[in-house]
């Protein structure tokens, strides 16, 4: 196997050093798994934020020649720290048959390895960079402990003892009061002036605005997330809102601000590698068409028939299959007992792919044993000058062990259950109708969709993920008509699959019966 490189620092406090120190342990990694170095891509003092750095692109471009199997980071925010940069570039080298391997984490091929992926990287995105390498230490251990370091006190709260928040008696309901009226459909405006008409005040004794209200509605210390600077610590001061209030508002949030640009949307064919055809087994690619009224159709094209000829699979409407992939994902997969039990599953694979932590605790017992001999045989009375040696560079190598434990618990840290819930459960109040929440539901649970001409076959990232569903179902479901799914010929009959508002239907699967969000 062939490998390159790719490493990168950032314009803030990083160093030179950084990169030699990534370089090694890559090198390291890939000497142990028997793989070929043939180079290295280094970006310095650039942000992971933008996928415009040099070295980068030019990785991505030299792919196309096929030379490497692999390309070896560091960690995955080497890559990217945004996920959608990261997914689409990610493509492009699955694409050219390079697979991307970040040696801290050691993320497993498995299928929940896949979603595993998907938390690091929009943990690495949202924080924007890890705890060991980014604060003072004084500031570290002010936040490690949740203290606040200034600032001002969100409505809600008071600064306690210790520096740490604690919830304010007084203003606290008024926080749970904005949530659960904006959630229940009020608009900012009318809370904010009957606020105001009440008497009530900011935390800054001033009279309540919407810009006021809009940093109460996005504040996550209200869900008891903790954050300063780069320091994130869920559970790091109390919390006011229960998670399902506040991502809820979220969701109101996002669709508030996506609905004014809705029209612009760039096409974006979000099965792309994910779609295939059920009766050639190639994959379905995006095509796009005008009618002979001039209307713009947009669809997924089996490469069998649209290059090679060989095969009879008409094509599908690109609306129809993405939104019936994220409407049944959403009911498949994003369920209370599911979720907990892809959390079980997420949680062992943590547990069985930290190799470095365990490793570095058996030093540690062996060398602490070493040091209880050696004590052992001076109280017996054998000190000589090669034992106080022994005995020093043990005891040194006791605390290196130790530090190199911390050190490697920060940059992989772990996830408990409930963050492990919470960030699964957020993806529940998405809107359907929403390209960007479309697109997470498909990067982080859709494996691969295999379109037959009566029925899908959705498999999704996890163990026994597969479902299937005839399209009479979803026909029966929607009130639509199947004639609509492949694009237009000679006919100007429209499609409404899925763009006319329906009922809540019940889609019938092999396993069970679920409802339809929609």
């Known amino acids: 196997?062939?490998?390159?490189?790719?490493?990168?620092?950032?314009?803030?406090?990083?160093?030179?050093?950084?990169?030699?120190?990534?370089?090694?342990?890559?090198?390291?990694?890939?000497?142990?798994?028997?793989?070929?170095v043939l180079r290295s891509y280094i970006d310095r003092a650039l942000s992971a934020r933008t996928a415009d750095r040099p070295e980068f692109q030019n990785m991505i471009k030299d792919s196309e020649q096929k030379l490497f199997d692999v390309v070896l980071i560091w960690k995955l925010d080497r890559f990217s720290r945004d996920r959608y940069d990261s997914a689409h570039y990610k493509r492009i080298l699955k694409k050219n048959g390079v697979k991307v391997i970040s040696v801290k984490e050691n993320i497993s091929d498995g299928p929940e390895g896949i979603i595993l992926e998907s938390m690091l990287e929009g943990y690495a995105e949202y924080y924007s960079a890890e705890l060991s390498e980014k604060i003072h230490r004084g500031q570290r251990e002010n936040a490690l402990k949740g203290r606040n370091n200034g600032g001002g006190i969100p409505l809600g709260y008071l600064l306690g003892d210790e520096?740490?928040?604690?919830?304010?008696?007084?203003?606290?309901?008024?926080?749970?009061?904005?949530?659960?009226?904006?959630?229940?459909?009020?608009?900012?405006?009318?809370?904010?002036?009957?606020?105001?008409?009440?008497?009530?005040?900011t935390k800054s004794g001033k009279p309540f605005s919407p810009n006021s209200f809009n940093r109460i509605l996005k504040n996550r210390k209200y869900i008891g997330e903790y954050q300063y600077q780069d320091v994130v610590i869920p559970g790091g001061v109390p919390a006011i809102l229960s998670d399902d209030l506040f991502y809820r508002?979220?969701?109101?949030?996002?669709?508030?601000?996506?609905?004014?640009?809705?029209?612009?949307?760039?096409?974006?064919?979000?099965?792309?590698?994910?779609?295939?055809?059920?009766?050639?087994?190639?994959?379905m690619v995006g095509e796009s068409g005008t009618s002979h009224t001039g209307g713009k159709h947009y669809y997924y094209k089996c490469v069998g028939a649209k290059r090679i000829k060989d095969c009879k699979k008409k094509a599908i409407k690109k609306d129809f299959i993405e939104r019936a992939a994220v409407v049944l994902t959403v009911n498949r997969v994003l369920k209370d007992d599911e979720i907990d039990r892809l959390a079980d599953s997420i949680i062992a694979l943590q547990a069985s792919e930290d190799t470095t932590v365990p490793a570095l605790k058996k030093q540690l017992a062996d060398t602490e044993r070493g040091i209880e001999n050696m004590l052992n045989a001076i109280q017996q009375g054998v000190l000589t000058s090669s034992t106080k040696e022994r005995l020093e560079a043990l005891e040194k190598q006791r605390d290196d062990l130790k530090i190199a434990i911390l050190q490697a618990e920060l940059q992989k840290p772990k996830y408990t259950k409930e963050q492990i819930v919470s960030w699964i459960g957020q993806f529940k109040y998405g809107d359907v109708d929403s390209r960007e929440y479309q697109k997470r539901i498909i990067d982080t649970f859709v494996n691969s969709i295999h379109l037959f001409d009566d029925r899908l076959v959705i498999t999704y990232n996890f163990k026994g993920g597969?479902?299937?569903?005839?399209?009479?179902?979803?026909?029966?479901?929607?009130?639509?008509?199947?004639n609509a799914v492949s694009p237009p010929e000679k006919s100007s009959r429209k499609a409404a699959f899925f763009n006319d508002v329906c009922p809540v239907g019940q889609i019938i699967l092999p396993a069970a019966t679920m409802p339809l969000r929609q």
Do not use: H, W
């Open 1 to 36: 196997m062939k490998a390159v490189i790719y490493a990168r620092y950032s314009s803030d406090s990083q160093r030179e050093e950084s990169i030699e120190g990534q370089l090694r342990e890559c090198t390291e990694y890939a000497e142990r798994n028997g793989i070929t």
């Open 249 to 283: 508002v979220q969701a109101r949030l996002e669709k508030n601000k996506r609905a004014p640009a809705t029209a612009k949307a760039d096409i974006d064919y979000l099965l792309t590698t994910k779609l295939f055809c059920g009766l050639c087994e190639r994959m």
């Open 163 to 201: 520096q740490k928040l604690v919830i304010d008696p007084v203003t606290a309901p008024l926080v749970r009061e904005i949530y659960q009226r904006y959630a229940d459909g009020e608009i900012v405006r009318t809370i904010v002036e009957d606020f105001n008409r009440r008497g009530l005040k």
């Open 466 to 482: 597969t479902e299937t569903i005839t399209l009479k179902d979803i026909e029966a479901a929607y009130g639509s008509d199947l």
